[in-house]
């Protein structure tokens, strides 16, 4: 269920993501929806990583690194395709 979850987690925090950096995003909703599936996997792994436990069904700690890690790779993203 973990994959799972992450990937409903990453399309919730896709949405988010967009809400809390909004604007023009080079790829459209469906890129932003899909940065925030891998915000959602790189989160949890960093978060993991960090000690924040181990990331295993829906708790709002689960939720927030979902979240955080899909605006980071939105700003990221952003960064990249602005300089090209």
Do not use: E, H, N, Q
């Amino acid at each position: 269920m973990g994959i799972l979850s992450w990937i409903l987690f990453g399309l919730i925090a896709g949405i988010i993501a967009k809400m809390v950096m909004p604007g023009p995003d080079p790829g459209g909703i469906i890129v932003t929806i899909l940065l925030g599936v891998a915000g959602a996997f790189v989160g949890g792994y960093i978060g993991t990583f960090l000690g924040f436990g181990t990331v295993d069904g829906f708790d709002i700690r689960s939720f927030c690194i979902a979240v955080v890690g899909a605006v980071i790779l939105l700003a990221g993203y952003r960064l990249v395709r602005s300089k090209a």
